[in-house]
């Protein structure tokens, strides 16, 4: 957690989207869908990425971020976030820890392109390495060998069809959570 990544917002965050370029609220609604299909996949193909896209993770940047956290000791070239959004996807680190759960968009701002959505990430804890293409095999934390279910709330920038910007956070709670949105 980084506390000073939460003293400004991304400028991007406050722009009004052009109207020719805004989706409607379905379509924004739709492309985070397929952000959460595309992790789940590990295939970024699968969500319409801008370029630009980048991603801040509780106040951390967490693509294009070559000073990134090490998480294996004996794999220091692998930087968890040093990525692109499409890259990160496609490397499969994250979505071989965490399922995704229950998910909602719970706000929409088609002016500001902008979607709120909320997701319940599930680690069972049972996976003690990831085969990351181009790194080989990379262990996983401690932290994260217990079975823990992670809140996300995204902010997710969405231009012309393709997200730009990515805000989120993310807190351990205990495994199974559920977001009491079913029966």
Do not use: H
Request: aromatic share 8%.
């Amino acid at each position: 957690l980084s506390p000073a990544g939460f003293v400004s917002p991304d400028s991007t965050l406050l722009e009004p989207v052009p109207a020719a370029e805004r989706a409607t609220r379905e379509e924004l609604i739709a492309t985070t869908g397929r952000y959460f299909e595309a992790f789940a996949q590990s295939k970024s193909s699968v969500a319409p990425f801008a370029d630009s896209c980048s991603r801040r993770e509780n106040g951390i940047v967490a693509t294009n971020n070559s000073d990134g956290p090490v998480v294996d000791p004996a794999q220091p070239a692998f930087r968890v976030f040093s990525g692109s959004c499409a890259q990160e996807i496609d490397r499969g680190f994250f979505s071989a820890l965490t399922k995704v759960g229950d998910r909602r968009p719970l706000v929409v701002d088609v002016e500001q392109g902008l979607v709120l959505d909320l997701a319940f990430l599930n680690n069972e804890g049972n996976v003690k390495s990831v085969s990351v293409p181009g790194v080989g095999d990379v262990k996983i934390p401690a932290e994260f060998l217990r079975p823990i279910t992670f809140v996300d709330p995204q902010l997710f920038k969405i231009e012309a069809g393709k997200i730009r910007q990515i805000e989120g956070l993310s807190w351990p709670m205990p495994y199974g959570m559920r977001s009491g949105w079913d029966k």
